[in-house]
């Protein structure tokens, strides 16, 4: 049972910024990656980024050079500082965390309920 929120989507004009955060609770023993989707209206999800535990980032071409993400090990929070956002990045954002529970000890992969990001023109 481990249980992920997201927060800090909103209304943004082009070129203004956006910062998200994800913070994941619950039985965790350990978390090996986290990650940020999303998902435009009639599109496929997407991967935008994700942190290993190793603190290796990777990101989608479409956000390299605009947005960066960071994690918080301590507090199993991982965030998304979207800058330069563009009116095609609107999407509704979802995080997605990969690890281990803290009872049993198996693996797990939890998402998000997601934000919604709209970047007007």
């Known amino acids: 049972q481990v249980h992920l929120v997201e927060s800090g989507g909103g209304l943004v004009q082009a070129g203004g910024s956006l910062r998200l955060s994800c913070a994941a609770s619950?039985?965790?023993?350990?978390?090996?990656?986290m990650g940020w989707y999303r998902q435009a209206p009639g599109k496929q999800r997407e991967l935008v980024a994700v942190i290993t535990s190793g603190g290796s980032t990777n990101y989608a071409d479409s956000v390299k050079g605009r947005f960066t993400s960071s994690r918080d090990n301590a507090k199993n929070t991982v965030y998304l500082q979207m800058n330069s956002l563009k009116p095609e990045d609107t999407a509704v954002y979802y995080c997605n965390a990969r690890g281990r529970t803290g009872i049993w000890y198996h693996d797990f992969s939890s998402w998000g309920q997601g934000t919604q990001v709209t970047v007007s023109s």
């Open positions: 619950g039985s965790i023993s350990s978390i090996n990656d």
